[in-house]
């Protein structure tokens, strides 16, 4: 079966650290690019980052740049998001997604079942 | 950014009604919008991508259509499972976003 499964959510304090992991099972993850999403209590749904087949390729959102860090290891068929310095807006289900092509057309077509990370004192 | 406004925030329906609902981009961005299905408590489903298309597995009642800055996403007969929360979501330009969301509740 193909699928993602993130995990490494939990508590965390402002300012401290936490690192989220998305590994994928059923398909060869160092052939896709990997997006984070993230979803607030109650709010909808927001980009966070991105990152390509072999990491050379990364965005972010601005909302997080310089604060969290994406990245892969595809002999571990696993993804990363370094969530550092993080703060009480930060608190959300993070999902990571699988991009798919379609000629210049991108779609995330396989989620997984999201982390919850929230950020308090 | 890219900002994208969905319309209704919210609709009722019955079982077996069609519904229709809207997605506007701030400006033109082809045909790269994905329609997502979410439910409480789960990661969103892809419905349609690159605009039209139909996702394998989704049931034919599900379907989109539009270009440029103004999409549809159309149930007909909607059936008990199709209750859930439905995001469009632009893959034009990073960073990539999504509409605040359609939620379609159980008249």
């Known amino acids: 079966e193909v699928q993602l499964v993130e995990s490494g959510g939990g508590f965390v304090q402002p300012g401290g650290s936490l690192r989220l992991s998305c590994a994928a099972s059923g398909f060869t993850l160092s052939s896709y690019w990997v997006h984070w999403v993230r979803q607030a209590p109650g709010k909808g749904l927001v980009w966070v980052s991105r990152?390509?087949?072999?990491?050379?390729?990364?965005d972010y959102a601005d909302s997080v740049k310089g604060r969290f860090t994406i990245s892969r290891d595809n002999a571990k068929n696993t993804v990363y998001l370094q969530m550092n310095s993080p703060r009480a807006e930060d608190t959300a289900a993070y999902f990571c997604a699988r991009d798919n092509q379609l000629g210049y057309n991108y779609y995330l077509d396989v989620w997984g079942q999201g982390t919850t990370v929230t950020v308090s004192s | 950014d890219i900002q994208m406004t969905q319309s209704p925030s919210s609709l009722s329906a019955s079982v077996g009604d069609s519904v229709t609902m809207t997605c506007r981009a701030s400006?033109?961005?082809?045909?790269?919008l994905n329609w997502f299905q979410q439910k409480p408590g789960k990661a969103p489903k892809l419905v349609i991508y690159?605009?039209?298309s139909l996702r394998s597995g989704v049931p034919s009642r599900f379907s989109g259509s539009g270009s440029g800055t103004h999409f549809t996403l159309t149930i007909s007969s909607l059936q008990p499972e199709d209750f859930a929360t439905y995001y469009c979501q632009q893959s034009y330009s990073i960073p990539w976003t999504f509409g605040q969301g359609t939620k379609v509740e159980i008249k």
């Open positions: 990152i390509n087949s072999d990491g050379t390729i990364i």
């Open positions: 690159i605009a039209s």
């Open positions: 400006q033109g961005i082809g045909s790269h």
